[in-house]
């Protein structure tokens, strides 16, 4: 894809081939087809990589610092059900105080690398009443209420200035995904996640207009990462793991402990889910 006719973004595109480089330099070359964003808690596909070779973020030039528990910036490079993949361990978020292109960093690197596809994972609240604490949604669609997108400012290289939004999370990967999940008896929902900035948690009345606003669940990333990986012609697909009902809709306080031992609990499911999923993937991204 074109850069739009825009300038190229000079300052991130340079930071951006820096953190290109000192990977590859790690690692040799390498030319994954898939990246994997592992959301709150559900790191530990990460030990499923096969020969997999780790550098921490802090050991790339200008990568952004988490600062939140469950989110240790990993960067994991081997094959994933024999896809060569990358997969991020923790990813940094707005609320932080990253600027949106520094949250976009990561991705802007792995399309670098030459991915076709983007898996992304989070934890979320559910607002659609059958939603549960524990269940696997996968994402039909996004609601970006983030305020800030992270593609304001010079278009980085590679992307278009507009990126069309249609089919952002993509048909066949979801298909290959719905059809994982019946084969493994893994249950599934599906349905529109809303990206807010946080890190207050909604009110009751926030999540009530949500839900109006056609939100099943809700959370506080995922959004910035899949409009750069669009911007780049990159495939996307997400799975939200529902960590918690949203506030209001349960008598219980929200706890982000609570967020990321729901998560532990499904991480089996999650992974298995995955897993299958990139085997069917794989004929897909060629
Ligand atoms: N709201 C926003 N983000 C979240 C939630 C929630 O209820 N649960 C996990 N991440």
Partial sequence: MSGGGGPVGVASGHGVELAVRAVLERFGPFEPLLGVILGSGLGGLADRFEGAQVVVGSDLPGWPRSTVEGHEGKVICGTLAGVPAVGLSGRVHMYEGHAPEAVILPVRVLVGLGIRALVVSNAAGGIRRDLRAGDLMLIADHIDLMYRNPLVGPVG?????????????????????????????????????AGLLGPSYETPAEVRALRRLGADAVGMSTVPEVIAARAAGVRCVGVSCITNLAAGLSPELLDHEEVLETTRQVAERFQSLVLGSIERFAPLLG
């Fill in 157 to 193: 290289r590679g992307e278009t200035r507009w990126p069309d939004m249609y089919g952002t999370y993509d048909g066949e990967l979801r298909d290959a995904v719905r059809a994982v999940a019946l084969e493994r008896r893994i249950p599934l929902q599906e349905g529109i996640y």
